[in-house]
């Protein structure tokens, strides 16, 4: 079967640096997405990798690596705002998207 | 009309009552997408639609059903609606010559079915 393991929650303090995790099984792989969802709101997009390596978005880090079907979320110089969940999902050889449950990030001051 | 949108926002429904969920897209997207998502369970495919006139059975389809008559509206219907259906429902669309896939979600119906 297909599967996406990430923590269920997290906490960090304001300013700080949080790494989130993500591995997965799934029957291929054809990309990775991270998605940031605010409670009671819409997933948005964060980030993409496809290949091995880091990618980075400003204060957003994503990385991967695909031999060890492995991706984290790294989040810097951390703000209240930043309060969320944050979802990985895994692009099959389907191409389908196959979701994990999320990780809930609460941010302390 | 911006984005993706969904009617209603939010509903309480009798069990046994049929009822749709609306979305619609001004993207021109290809393919569109039913997600819900419970408490954690993370989003879960219910039907997509690659383009215009064809359709999917996604993670749980039963008890749903859906048409893509053209390509902006993708309704989502319950035909007669169990309290499991109780969640909270996202449409998603994407452009499959985008990033990968990348999906753009609507801002969901929150529906209780009692």
């Known amino acids: 079967g297909q599967n996406i393991d990430q923590p269920t929650e997290m906490t960090a303090t304001e300013g700080a640096i949080v790494q989130i995790n993500c591995t997965y099984q799934?029957?291929?792989?054809?990309?990775l997405f991270w998605y940031q969802q605010h409670a009671g709101e819409a997933p948005t997009f964060l980030s993409y990798?496809?290949l091995d390596g880091l990618e980075e978005k400003g204060r957003f880090s994503s990385f991967l690596s695909r031999s060890k079907g492995y991706s984290y979320l790294l989040l810097k110089e951390l703000q209240m705002k930043d309060s969320a969940s944050y979802l990985c999902a895994v692009i099959d050889s389907n191409y389908q998207l196959i979701w994990g449950a999320g990780t809930k990030l609460i941010i302390k001051p | 009309i911006a984005g993706i949108t969904q009617a209603p926002t939010s509903q309480i429904l009798a069990a046994g009552r049929r009822m749709t969920l609306r979305c619609t897209q001004d993207?021109?997207?290809?393919?569109m997408y039913w997600y819900r998502q419970d408490l954690g369970l993370g989003l879960r495919l219910i039907h997509y639609?690659?383009?215009?006139?064809?359709?999917g059975k996604g993670e749980v389809p039963d008890g749903y059903s859906v048409s893509r008559a053209n390509t902006d509206d993708f309704p989502l219907t319950l035909a007669s609606a169990v309290p499991s259906q109780t969640s909270v429902y996202f449409c998603?669309?994407?452009?499959?010559?985008?990033?990968?896939?990348?999906?753009?979600f609507g801002p969901g119906t929150r529906l209780t079915v009692l």
């Open positions: 799934t029957s291929g792989f054809n990309g």
């Open positions: 993207m021109r997207h290809n393919a």
């Open positions: 990798n496809v």
């Open positions: 639609s690659n383009t215009a006139g064809t359709t």
């Open positions: 998603a669309s994407s452009d499959s010559s985008g990033r990968g896939n990348e999906q753009f």
